[in-house]
């Protein structure tokens, strides 16, 4: 099972940087996704690392902003997120797959993480 934490309430501008860590068994030999879900929405991909973490890849939204890595020793996954926009507010997702795509979709993912409120106001 996977817990995802870290989310907040900054200004724009600012950052965060999400936490995704599994309860038990091992994140090492699984892409990892992080999604954002808009209320009424789809979930929608923000970021993906590949399990040696040695390939990222974002959607244009975040491409330049956002940061995924990873470290497999602490069995863990991070985004750190900068100069966060109000239109970056939203339930950000981990998930665990066991394939790589360009556009992936959630059924890709096979676990996922309870979703953290992220919320950019002014």
């Known amino acids: 099972q996977l817990q995802a934490s870290g989310g907040g309430s900054v200004h724009p501008g600012g950052s965060l940087r999400l936490t995704c860590a599994a309860s038990?068994?091992?994140?090492?030999?699984?892409?990892m996704g992080w999604f954002r879900q808009f209320p009424g929405k789809e979930r929608e991909i923000v970021a993906q690392?590949?399990?040696?973490?040695?390939?990222?890849h974002y959607p244009d939204s975040v491409r330049g902003r956002f940061t995924v890595f990873r470290d497999n020793d602490k069995n863990q996954v991070y985004l750190q997120m900068d100069n966060l926009r109000l239109e970056d507010t939203a339930i950000y997702y981990c998930?665990?797959?066991?394939?790589?795509?360009?556009?992936?979709?959630?059924?890709?993912?096979?676990?996922w993480g309870q979703g953290t409120q992220v919320t950019v106001s002014s």
């Open positions: 998930a665990a797959g066991s394939r790589f795509d360009v556009q992936p979709t959630t059924k890709l993912y096979d676990y």
């Open positions: 038990e068994g091992s994140l090492s030999s699984y892409v």
């Open positions: 690392i590949i399990a040696t973490g040695k390939f990222t």
